[in-house]
């Protein structure tokens, strides 16, 4: 023990001496005025003893056999008689000759003095409180005494029963703890709570009960207060003011337990209500009704009933096959998708292996392996090949993941079944046909070869011929028969040069050609010259048409395809196609608009796509527009559409500038 807290023991011990000796001062003082006040006192005394005995010994059958502890004393507090049950108690015999001042705790010496004196003046003293010390412990005892007179009406002693209420006092402070604490659980529960008698008098209510109902006075103040027509002072807060009024009589009329009920409220709140009949030996005795704002939980259970409902409707129709398994890989569910996958129906496969049934040999295997990984927690996807119920072998992919229960424990698997059976067989084919493209590249660079010559030997035959008949008949012909030949030798020219040019582009993929100055307004000029514009079609441009560093024949052929295309499409009485071009630091953005028959937007993506022409037009292959794109790609562009069916397409295409 350390030296303070040694000196704090002291200093309460040194405290509690002083009070002891205060109060036995403070007996002593009294007792001294009792005996000054009568002569007689003293000799009362001597024949106390006597006459105790002559007064005991009437009721020595009764004091002996009585359960409680009695004891008789003097003035001064020596005990004159006890029976068996005062000496278990007090933890000493009459032999010991004890005064009950030595059996006190310290602490309750003055008030021992205070009771004494209410004794001596009243005559009387019951259910007087006081703690002595016996048996090591610290006892509570009730006291309920009385003076004894002699015949001249004078006190002689004090008698009196003890009672042990250590433990009773114990029990009742647990009591009250007990009731403090559900008070105050009461008060603070989330849900309303009233408690009413038989009579329909308020016994308990809480914060909550009041709030539920907007009732301005506190709980206390509803203690006591009559319920018999609260139903229809408040039933205007709820949706079905009569039902309410209506449903409260029965309850209380029916006394029996009702549990969930639920309220609608006017401002949207939903109230659950529980009512309990209290009954005590088969007699009513009151109820107690509760009230819990299940608002939140209605609407959340609703929006999860719709979801169950959507992902079951999604489960149950969409192509892939579901299939969820125990730990054990024994089905417990499956789709109608992988019913009709594999042949079989719900009912043939729940409780059984699904690799049992389902998988090739080859394939159970692997689907034992991955089942391990799935076991520790792992999703993944495989390829397995099945065999239907009806024999024929099909190749599944796979997508599993894990299985959890509520408390995150793994409890088996779900798996998405997806049929590749038509893709198994495509890649088999397109194994075939690069084969075969290899091969058909490698003739068609000879055949490029060979056309380009075959066509450019006729072109230079007539621009030849041109040149003779033009020699022959200069001074026949007249001046404009002389410039149209002039410029079918142009044409010629420049169709010798596309020529050379296209076949040349079509022998190389991305081998970038010599880079040059391209003005794309003079493109705009070749390509009028070179197409067959219709009077009815009007081609704008803008003035800011930039000059880029590309391929020349590349932009020819990108512009060409779709004013091509624009021109092709035209349905109007009066077609526009407009060209024009914005540009930012990386990149030229063009545009090609026109006002003809439109695109639907499912088709945007698929136009760029080999051979797929949406209109069976006579002049369209269905390549030009994959032409384009993969122009656009080999300067690392973009190209996209903006279309109206019936008013017109836009084309915008980005081509990165070239820096040298």
């Given amino acids: ?35 000054y006040k009568s002569q007689e006192l003293q000799k009362a005394n001597i024949q106390l003893e006597k006459l105790v005995k002559e007064k005991t010994s009437e009721l020595e059958g009764v004091f002996e056999n009585i359960v409680d502890a009695y004891v008789v004393t003097n003035l001064l507090g020596d005990v004159l008689k006890m029976n068996e049950a005062a000496e278990a108690l007090l933890d000493f015999t009459i032999e010991d000759k004890k005064n009950l001042m030595d059996t006190l705790h310290p602490d ?27 048996h090591g412990n610290t006892i509570l005892l009730e006291l309920n005494s009385s003076i004894v007179y002699d015949e001249n009406k004078q006190p002689i002693a004090a008698q009196g029963i003890v009672r042990d209420i250590t433990q009773q006092k114990a029990a009742e402070q647990k009591l009250i703890n007990s009731e403090n604490r559900l008070s105050a659980v009461i008060s603070n529960l989330e849900s309303g709570i009233l408690l009413e008698d038989e009579n329909r008098k308020v016994v308990i209510a809480n914060e909550r009960f009041c709030d539920f109902f907007s009732i301005a006075i506190t709980p206390a103040e509803l203690i006591g207060q009559d319920c018999t027509n609260a139903a229809e002072r408040y039933k205007h807060l709820f949706e079905n003011e009569e039902r309410f009024v209506t449903r409260i009589n029965t309850l209380i009329k029916l006394k029996e337990q009702v549990v969930g009920d639920e309220l609608q409220l006017k401002d949207g709140r939903i109230l659950e209500r529980d009512f309990i009949p209290i009954y005590e030996e088969g007699i009513y005795k009151g109820h107690l009704t509760t009230y819990r704002d299940v608002t939140l939980h209605r609407r959340f259970r609703k929006n999860i009933e719709a979801e169950r409902a959507k992902y079951s409707s999604i489960i149950a129709n969409m192509e892939l096959g579901l299939v969820e398994v125990d730990t054990n890989d024994k089905i417990l569910m499956v789709n109608q998708s992988l019913e009709e996958m594999s042949g079989y129906e719900e009912q043939e496969l729940l409780g059984k292996r699904g690799r049992d049934i389902l998988l090739d040999k080859e394939s159970q295997q692997r689907l034992l392996e991955e089942n391990k990984k799935r076991l520790k927690g792992t999703s993944n996807s495989y390829e397995v090949v099945a065999i239907t119920k009806q024999g024929e072998k099909r190749h599944w992919l796979i997508s599993g993941a894990p299985n959890y229960d509520v408390s995150g424990n793994i409890i088996g698997s779900i798996g998405i079944h997806l049929d590749i059976t038509a893709i198994k067989e495509l890649e088999l084919q397109k194994e075939s046909l690069l084969q075969k493209l290899a091969s058909s590249n490698h003739e068609l660079q000879e055949y490029a070869h060979v056309v380009s010559h075959d066509l450019k030997s006729p072109l230079r035959s007539l621009d030849a011929l041109l040149t003779w008949v033009k020699e022959d008949n200069v001074d026949v012909l007249s001046s404009d028969s002389l410039e149209n030949l002039d410029l079918m030798g142009t044409t010629l020219e420049k169709m010798e040069q596309l020529i050379s040019d296209v076949l040349e582009y079509s022998s190389v993929s991305s081998d970038e050609k010599e880079v040059q100055d391209v003005a794309v307004s003079g493109v705009i000029d070749d390509i009028e010259k070179l197409l067959h514009i219709p009077d009815n079609i009007c081609i704008e441009r803008e003035d800011t048409l930039p000059t880029i560093k590309a391929d020349r024949v590349r932009i020819q052929q990108l512009f060409q395809n779709l004013m091509s295309n624009a021109i092709r499409y035209s349905d109007k009485e009066m077609g526009i196609i407009k060209i024009g071009c914005e540009q930012s630091k990386e990149y030229n953005t063009f545009s090609v608009s026109d006002n003809g028959i439109g695109i639907e937007k499912e088709y945007h993506d698929k136009i760029f796509e080999i051979f797929q022409s949406l209109n069976k037009h006579k002049d369209s292959t269905g390549i030009g527009l994959s032409i384009v794109k993969k122009i656009v790609d080999l300067y690392s562009g973009k190209i996209w559409l903006e279309s109206t069916p019936g008013e017109g397409t836009t084309f915008f295409f980005t081509l990165k500038k070239i820096i040298i």
């Fill in 1 to 35: 023990m350390s030296e303070d807290k040694l000196k704090m023991y002291e200093r309460a011990l040194a405290r509690e001496k002083a009070a002891r000796k205060e109060a036995e001062r403070i007996l002593e003082d009294k007792s001294r005025e009792l005996f």
């Fill in 108 to 134: 309750d010496y003055e008030k021992a003095a205070i009771g004494f004196q209410k004794l001596y003046k009243t005559g009387s003293l019951t259910g007087f409180n006081i703690r002595i010390v016996a």
